[in-house]
T-cell receptor, first 108, second 115 residues
Framework: GQNIDQPTEMTATEGAIVQINCTYQTSGFNGLFWYQQHAGEAPTFLSYNVLDGLEEKGRFSSFLSRSKGYSYLLLKELQMKDSASYLCAHTGGFKTIFGAGTRLFVKA | GAGVSQSPRYKVTKRGQDVALRCDPISGHVSLYWYRQALGQGPEFLTYFNYEAQQDKSGLPNDRFSAERPEGSISTLTIQRTEQRDSAMYRC?????????????FGPGTRLLVL
């Protein structure tokens, strides 16, 4: 099967750091994506991990452990505009399988 | 440059009618994906095209759903004999090349409501 688990909702304070976890099970795996989706808008690309380890890109970092089927997205110096859904997705073959997303609420 | 566009943006139809949803990918993008997204959920894979070839249609729910991309650019997703359960946001995405590592660029979606 192909399952992705991520928390439904998280709340954090402006300026803080938040970690959004994602676990997955799949019979075929190429890599792990994170997309951001603001309410009423299309998903937009944040990161892609294919190798184990941490990839840093500005305020956002993404980590992957292939052996554990685990990834996280780390958001630093949170801003109000970071309030959105964060979608974890894995690829295998031609398909991209998305999780349900984690809704992040950033409060002042 | 122009992003992915979809039309119509909103479609209201009566149960039993056929609908055709159009996707214009980013110019030059080889790969095109169709997804369905329910409220509060992530996109659900429907089908994938590489140029004009439909290489994976395993996500299409049943034989009322079909898709084509005859010239390797614009794609149409057709739903025949619509049912209320077909109501959802339908999104397409395109990527420059065909690899699984490619970033997908999503369109604004077509919100379909079947009455």
């Amino acid at each position: 099967g192909q399952n992705i688990d991520q928390p439904t909702e998280m709340t954090a304070t402006e300026g803080a750091i938040v970690q959004i976890n994602c676990t997955y099970q799949t019979s075929g795996f190429n890599g792990l994506f994170w997309y951001q989706q603001h309410a009423g808008e299309a998903p937009t690309f944040l990161s892609y991990n294919v190798l184990d380890g941490l990839e840093e890109k500005g305020r956002f970092s993404s980590f992957l452990s292939r052996s554990k089927g685990y990834s996280y997205l780390l958001l630093k110096e949170l801003q109000m505009k970071d309030s959105a859904s964060y979608l974890c997705a894995h690829t295998g073959g031609f398909k991209t399988i998305f999780g349900a997303g984690t809704r992040l609420f950033v409060k002042a | 440059g122009a992003g992915v566009s979809q039309s119509p943006r909103y479609k209201v139809t009566k149960r039993g009618q056929d609908v055709a949803l159009r996707c214009d990918p980013i110019s030059g993008h080889v790969s095109l994906y169709w997804y369905r997204q329910a409220l509060g959920q992530g996109p659900e894979f429907l089908t994938y095209f590489n140029y004009e070839a439909q290489q994976d249609k395993s996500g299409l729910p049943n034989d009322r759903f079909s898709a084509e991309r005859p010239e390797g650019s614009i794609s149409t997703l057709t739903i025949q004999r619509t049912e209320q359960r077909d109501s959802a946001m339908y999104r397409c995405a395109s990527s420059l090349l065909g690899g699984p590592e490619e970033t997908q660029y999503f369109g604004p979606g077509t919100r379909l409501l079947v009455l």
